[in-house]
């Protein structure tokens, strides 16, 4: 991997259960990890599910390893969240491929 494609900043954020002040959870998202990543793909695919036709606009970004990162987590990339769908280790912890889907 190099460091020149690694043109794209994201963040990853994890979840953490908080209680609001009516005592509720509440979810919230804390950043874990600021990378520098190169964007692999991005694509929009327009499927039909059970309440009709829904665009779903797939991401994939390759970056250096961190570890503990799993699909709990979500990456956000130019202030849109997405969803981990994959977190692929690449080679002997050298990078992470990390497949995610934008949250609607």
Request: charged fraction near 20%; aromatic fraction near 4%; hydrophobic fraction near 45%.
């Amino acid at each position: 991997m190099k460091s020149g494609s690694l043109s794209r900043i994201i963040t990853v954020q994890r979840a953490a259960t908080a209680v609001s002040e009516a005592g509720t959870p509440v979810q919230t998202w804390s950043d874990l990890a600021t990378l520098r990543a190169e964007m692999v793909e991005l694509g929009t695919v327009e499927q039909i599910k059970a309440h009709g036709a829904v665009d779903e606009t797939g991401i994939v970004f390759r970056t250096r390893f961190l570890a503990g990162v799993t699909n709990a987590d979500r990456v956000v990339f130019d202030g849109q969240p997405f969803n981990l769908k994959s977190v692929i280790v690449i080679g002997r912890n050298r990078g992470l491929e990390l497949r995610a889907e934008a949250l609607a």
